[in-house]
């Protein structure tokens, strides 16, 4: 049974930081390239930042570029999204999903699995 669970989401205010995880199961997890997903109210899903299998190559979103940072631990089947100078603006629901496929890395359709969500909220 495939499980893909996030956590670390929170209130934190504007300059803060936040580390995501997100721990995987029941699939071969290094086998995976890994993203990150937010989604703001009333806004569509979009791509944050994703990191190929082996962690050697990564993609950010220009919106967070500089400020987030993907990584991942294959040994703990987990992915981590850390955070800093986080604005209001990243305000939203964050995902973490797989893919088998590194082609269309920044869509949605191109995750196989996805967890359900862990809220980011930033507000002073």
């Known amino acids: 049974q495939v499980q893909v669970v996030e956590s670390g989401g929170g209130l934190v205010q504007p300059g803060g930081s936040l580390r995501l995880s997100c721990a995987a199961s029941?699939?071969?997890?290094?086998?995976?390239?890994m993203g990150w997903f937010r989604q703001a109210p009333g806004k569509e899903r979009e791509f944050v930042a994703a990191i190929t299998w082996s962690g050697v190559n990564t993609k950010y979103a220009d919106s967070v570029k500089g400020r987030f940072t993907i990584s991942r631990d294959n040994a703990k089947n987990t992915v981590y999204l850390q955070m800093n100078s986080l604005k209001p603006e990243d305000t939203a629901v964050y995902y973490c999903?797989?893919?088998?496929?590194?082609?269309?890395?920044?869509?949605?359709?191109?995750?196989?699995?996805w967890g359900q969500g862990t809220q980011v909220t930033v507000s002073s």
């Open positions: 999903a797989a893919a088998m496929s590194w082609v269309l890395v920044t869509t949605v359709s191109n995750y196989d699995y």
């Open positions: 029941g699939f071969t997890f290094s086998n995976y390239g």
